[in-house]
């Protein structure tokens, strides 16, 4: 698989997991490090095999956009807790404070459900 790049060994990866016909998958930042075509494709894909198998998916990913797409219901975790959880409509509602639901990004969800701020992710960026 060394000559395949690395969007196409995910896309592999993902499909040698449903091989088995699996009821639970794990998928653990399926899309990381992949350009954006290739991140569409394993995204795209894993809608098409969660469509069409009966298996629950269980995604991790630091993807807000990504888990707004892929997933049923998101958790969101802090500290080691679970904080938050629901249908990604649930978890917009509450933190719309009046503003159309559907403009509220899951990345402002995560925020201020987690109790972050945007300028403390800011920091811990920067620090590394």
């Given at each position: 698989?060394?000559?395949?790049?690395?969007?196409?060994?995910?896309?592999?990866?993902?499909?040698?997991?449903?091989?088995?016909?699996?009821?639970?998958?794990?998928?653990?930042?399926?899309?990381?490090?992949?350009?954006?075509?290739?991140?569409?494709?394993?995204?795209?894909?894993?809608?098409?095999?969660?469509?069409?198998?009966?298996a629950t998916i269980l995604l991790t990913t630091h993807d807000?956009?990504?888990?707004?797409?892929?997933?049923?219901?998101?958790?969101?975790?802090?500290?080691?807790?679970?904080?938050?959880?629901?249908?990604?409509?649930?978890?917009?509602?509450?933190?719309?404070?009046?503003?159309?639901?559907?403009?509220?990004?899951?990345?402002?969800?995560?925020?201020?459900?987690t109790g972050h701020r945007l300028?403390?992710?800011?920091?811990?960026?920067?620090?590394?």
């Amino acid at each position: 698989m060394t000559h395949l790049s690395r969007g196409q060994q995910q896309k592999v990866a993902v499909a040698r997991a449903f091989l088995t016909s699996p009821v639970l998958m794990l998928l653990d930042e399926p899309t990381t490090g992949l350009d954006p075509a290739s991140k569409r494709e394993v995204q795209q894909f894993i809608r098409e095999v969660r469509d069409e198998h009966d298996a629950t998916i269980l995604l991790t990913t630091h993807d807000m956009d990504e888990a707004d797409r892929l997933c049923d219901r998101i958790a969101f975790l802090a500290g080691g807790s679970i904080v938050a959880e629901g249908t990604p409509f649930e978890l917009r509602s509450a933190v719309a404070r009046g503003r159309p639901v559907e403009e509220v990004s899951m990345e402002t969800v995560f925020l201020e459900l987690t109790g972050h701020r945007l300028e403390e992710d800011e920091e811990v960026m920067v620090d590394g």
